[in-house]
């Protein structure tokens, strides 16, 4: 199993799973594409792109689940990065955590294995 990492506002993430799939934060949508990012990359993601921001969640995909739509493409620093072209169905997702702020202003990440 392939495990990727979307990182999302709780308050995007709950409209999503009450519409019963989630289409992508407008960057997404902007972009065409889902950003996902490996667990390799997805601390310095949280860094880079959400510094600060409370309330957000970690989601735990399946991307064995997403077939084809699923592209490792280049991207920060040429590294490959999981981009899913198309909505995020809630059956490829294997958990969702809080992703909370600690006293130092980082991210508190949870234990990344499925």
């Known amino acids: 199993m392939t495990i990727i ?3 999302a506002p709780e308050t995007l993430w709950r409209e ?5 799939v989630f289409t992508g934060a407008p960057i997404d949508v902007a972009d065409g594409y889902i950003h996902f990012s490996s667990a390799e990359q997805v601390r310095e993601t949280a860094e880079r792109y ?8 970690l989601v735990a ?3 064995d689940k997403l077939g084809d739509r699923l592209k490792w493409e280049a991207s920060r620093g ?4 999981p981009h899913l072209y198309g909505p995020l169905e809630f059956s490829s997702v294997i958990w969702t955590k809080a992703l909370p702020l600690g006293n130092d202003g980082h ?3 949870p234990e990344l294995a499925a």
């Open 5 to 7: 990492f979307k990182i």
């Open 16 to 20: 999503a799973k009450d519409a019963g």
């Open 50 to 57: 959400f510094g600060g921001q409370p309330h957000l969640v």
């Open 61 to 63: 995909v399946d991307g």
């Open 78 to 81: 040429g590294a490959l990065f």
């Open 107 to 109: 991210h508190v990440f």
